[in-house]
């Protein structure tokens, strides 16, 4: 069985660039959540997909958006990075049309924006 | 949409005291009430949930209690100990594949 993992770890990036980031779910899963947890807050919620479509939104603008792959892997991309964006950026996996409605979370990657 | 309201946001108990945590919740269709434990620098992880078809639920020395008329659930540590020291953050979602709402979390400091 493998955990959700994320890459890269760290990530330094200047303000205007774009970014990457990536998520390999959960064995078993099919849904996949990204989060942004601001320094000392709770994760706010970014958007969600399924069956790769974005399957809910949070108030995140549209410079982030994001994929799902077919064997449920998922990119996060924030595009013209402002300084605001330095967080750690989380993601969650979960299988949806079953009884659990755990989400196992990915350790993270820490963006920093300068 | 959903709003998640966590208090206190630091919690400091001596060793061997229990803590407890609180949350309230504003959508009443919410149905799915997870606590995580967050470690600095490390993922969240689940430690206990609970639906709302449940009043309770325990785990050796955690639970969680639920109150759904009042629309507010808590988190109970009991005889704590130095590694529960950690940031804790409740959730709540309808479940399905809608998403989890958290709280901004409690520094619970657990001095020995």
């Known amino acids: 069985e493998t955990g959700v993992t994320q890459s890269p770890t760290h990530l330094i990036k200047t303000r205007g660039q774009q970014v990457t980031l990536r998520c390999s779910s959960q064995s078993g899963h099919n849904t996949v959540s990204w989060y942004q947890q601001a320094l000392g807050q709770g994760p706010q919620f970014i958007f969600q997909y399924y069956r790769e479509e974005e399957n809910g939104r949070g108030n995140f603008p549209p410079r982030f958006s994001g994929l799902q792959f077919p064997n449920y892997s998922s990119e996060l991309n924030v595009n013209a990075l402002e300084l605001d964006d330095s967080a750690l950026y989380l993601c969650?996996?979960?299988?949806?049309?079953?009884?659990?409605?755990?989400?196992?979370f990915g350790s993270g990657t820490r963006l920093t924006v300068v | 949409g959903e709003n998640v309201e966590q208090h206190p946001s630091t919690l400091s108990v001596q060793e061997g005291d229990s803590a407890v945590i609180k949350c309230t919740y504003s959508d009443s269709a919410s149905n799915y009430f997870p606590w995580y434990k967050q470690e600095l620098g490390k993922r969240p992880q689940l430690i206990i949930d609970?639906?709302?078809?449940?009043g309770e639920k325990k785990d050796q020395r955690i639970a969680v209690t639920l109150n759904k008329t009042a629309k507010h659930f808590s988190l109970h540590i009991t005889e704590t100990q130095p590694e529960d020291s950690a940031v804790y953050f409740c959730?709540?979602?309808?479940?399905?594949?809608?998403?989890?709402?958290f709280g901004k979390g409690t520094r619970l400091s657990v001095i020995a």
């Open positions: 969650a996996s979960s299988l949806v049309g079953s009884e659990n409605y755990g989400y196992t």
């Open positions: 959730a709540a979602s309808k479940g399905g594949n809608t998403p989890l709402v």
């Open positions: 609970i639906r709302s078809n449940v």
